[in-house]
């Protein structure tokens, strides 16, 4: 199985910039595709997509979220931070079965 | 707007079984892929099973191979997660979900504990 490895907590200022990152134990790329998928999971809520195929935002998501990389490293990047996105941040990749997911990061406010 | 609500969860002794539910409404069910992800008490995510538009493939974890079975009912819009010889491990909340490359769409989940 592909193992997503992501840092457990990151805590950052209101109004800064916060960069996730997600590390691959294979390259999830096939060509110029990248299949790294990134979502939101407030407390008590179930996950939301934010970013798919590593930088292409999805619907209703705000334009502050963006997301980069290819082959093995990932980032997602919140810029600027607000209270909002106090939350815990997965990825996903879905170049091979089974799909499989980071553990995630917890966004906490400094 | 796209709904997707899971029921039947609940309490359970080990080696029994559940049958989860999730009711699609708000888009065409036959034309994606479905699944099922679970998440474990303070844990992180974890695909369970997965089912082509048709039910006529599926896919699933290796801890659940043989135990649980996905299938759907395109008429009806509908998703299950029959689970048989559950158990202390699967306890989880289980979410239904839309399956592309990603996992668009999320229902807001259903808790299976499995206790004496």
């Known amino acids: 199985d592909i193992v997503l490895t992501q840092s457990p907590v990151l805590a950052v200022s209101l109004g800064q910039r916060a960069t996730i990152s997600c590390r691959a134990s294979?390259?999830?790329?096939?060509?110029?595709?990248?299949?790294m998928h990134w979502y939101q999971q407030k407390p008590g809520q179930q996950p939301k997509l934010l970013i798919y195929r590593a930088s292409n935002l999805a619907s209703g998501i705000p334009a502050r979220f963006s997301g980069s990389g290819s082959g093995t490293d990932f980032t997602l990047t919140i810029d600027p931070v607000q209270a909002d996105d106090i939350a815990a941040y997965y990825c996903q990749q879905s170049r091979e079965s089974p799909f499989t997911f980071g553990s995630g990061t917890k966004l906490e406010i400094k | 707007e796209v709904q997707l609500v899971e029921s039947g969860g609940g309490l359970v002794q080990p080696g029994r079984s559940l049958k989860l539910s999730c009711a699609a409404s708000g888009f065409t069910f036959s034309d994606y892929y479905m699944a099922w992800v679970r998440q474990a008490p303070t844990k992180g995510l974890e695909w369970v099973a997965s089912i082509s538009y048709d039910g006529g493939s599926t896919y699933y974890r290796d801890s659940v191979k043989g135990r649980f079975t996905i299938s759907r009912d395109n008429a009806k819009s509908s998703l299950y997660l029959q689970m048989d010889s559950l158990r202390s491990e699967d306890t989880a909340t289980y979410y239904c979900?839309?399956?592309?490359?990603?996992?668009?769409?999320w229902g807001q989940g259903t808790l299976v504990t499995v206790s004496s």
């Open positions: 294979q390259s999830v790329s096939i060509s110029s595709i990248n299949l």
């Open positions: 979900t839309t399956l592309g490359d990603w996992f668009a769409y």
